[in-house]
Every structure is written in C-alpha cells, then in structure tokens.
C-alpha cells in the first residue's frame, strides 16, 4: 500500500527564518511527486511536480528536491504571505486512473 | 488557466436527504476525483473516474456513489447524509500520464 507522511505537522517561522518541510514516502514504483499549496477554506493549489531522484524545482522562495524515499520543501526567507498548509502526493506507476495519495501536511505559519 | 467549478461552497443538509454535489473542468481531461478532506485525516479519495460512464472507487466509498454521464462533469452522491459525513469535499481532475491534478475550491458541507 502506498503511504506518504509529512513532518512536521506544524511549523512557525519568523519572516525570513528558511526551513525545511520533509515527505516521506512508500509506493510500488513512483511515477510523479507532486507538492500543493492550500490555503484555509479553499482547494489545494499545484506547485511542483517531480519525477525523479536528484530532481530539483523551484518558484520564488520555494524549492523541491527529491530522493528516491523522501522530497523536501525549502522556503527560504519566508514572507507571511508563504503561511499555508503544504501538502505531498503520491503517484505510483500502477496507480489505476492516475490517483494520488496524500500526506497529511504541514501546517506553515510565518509571523513578521 | 484551467478551471475546476464545483456546485456550492457551503451546504447545510438534513440528515436522511439524498445530495448532489457537482463539478464541471473545461480541459477536457480523462480523470476525475473526489476527495473528502477533514482535520487529522488528511485527503481521503472518495471515488474516480478515468472515463464517461466508468467510475472505481477509491479508499472510502461507503455511504457514496458517483456519476459520469459527460467528460466534463462529475457527480458525487450522498444518497441518505448523515452526520458524518459533514466534511470538506474536493473534486479534481487530470490526464492520463504523469501529470498534476487540479482541484476546484471545495465544497463545504454540513449534515444537521
């Protein structure tokens, strides 16, 4: 069974204090790793997506790294417009109708 | 920009009604999700679609059913609501391969 856990589950940071958010995860063969941004009351909103191990994106002060078991979230020098809950997925190769699997999240909270 | 319309953004329910909730992409893309998303839990996939008229379901189907009569819109189904199924509903889409999914703003529903 495929399963991706984030951590930590909350995070707060002072404008301009970079850190790290991890994923972790387990799955038969990954086709993609996908990161989104959601902010409260609302659908999550697509970053990046990785394909492979030594694959790196980047937007603003976020970027994505990806090994073959964990992806990392950089932010750094974060603004408190970055404050939002960041979400990690999954696509496995055999996944049936290309479904995703989430982590539960990271909870960010940047304060001026 | 591609675009995820969901019906409503907040509904409130009685408990024994049957509820409709909707959403249209206009990407013209294969595959469709609805998740349901509460605190603690993460995103959980309800049921998907990889095609009209086809439907799997997904990790937590009980109480739901889906429908799928055009490519560009996908229904979720609650045919008696009960409390717990009070609860943020998201639906999103993608295409086949490796690509991101989508999502629409949510639909917040509450079951009295």
């Known amino acids: 069974e495929d399963q991706v856990t984030q951590s930590p589950e909350a995070l707060r940071l002072q404008e301009g204090e970079s850190s790290s958010l991890n994923c972790s995860y387990t799955v038969s063969g990954l086709r993609g790793l996908f990161w989104y941004r959601q902010d409260p009351g609302k659908g999550p909103e697509f970053l990046f997506t990785?394909?492979?191990a030594g694959e790196e994106k980047e937007k603003e002060r976020l970027k994505a790294t990806l090994t073959k078991k964990e992806s990392f979230l950089h932010i750094t020098a974060p603004k408190p417009e970055d404050s939002a809950t960041y979400l990690c997925?999954?696509?496995?190769?055999?996944?049936?109708?290309?479904?995703?699997?989430f982590g539960g999240g990271t909870r960010v909270l940047v304060k001026p | 920009d591609v675009k995820v319309t969901q019906s409503s953004r907040y509904l409130v329910k009685r408990t024994g009604e049957k509820v409709f909730l909707e959403c249209v992409q206009d990407m013209d893309h294969e595959n469709m999700f609805w998740y349901r998303q509460d605190p603690g839990l993460g995103l959980r996939l309800i049921y998907f679609?990889?095609?009209?008229?086809?439907?799997e379901k997904g990790d937590i189907p009980e109480g739901y059913s889906v429908s799928r009569e055009k490519k560009e819109r996908f229904s979720l189904i609650l045919e008696s609501a009960s409390t717990n199924q009070t609860s943020m509903y998201l639906c999103a889409f993608s295409r086949q391969g490796v690509t991101e999914a989508f999502f629409g703003q949510g639909t917040r529903l509450t079951v009295v």
């Open positions: 990785l394909y492979s």
């Open positions: 679609s990889y095609d009209v008229k086809m439907k």
């Open positions: 997925a999954v696509r496995a190769i055999k996944a049936a109708g290309n479904k995703l699997t």
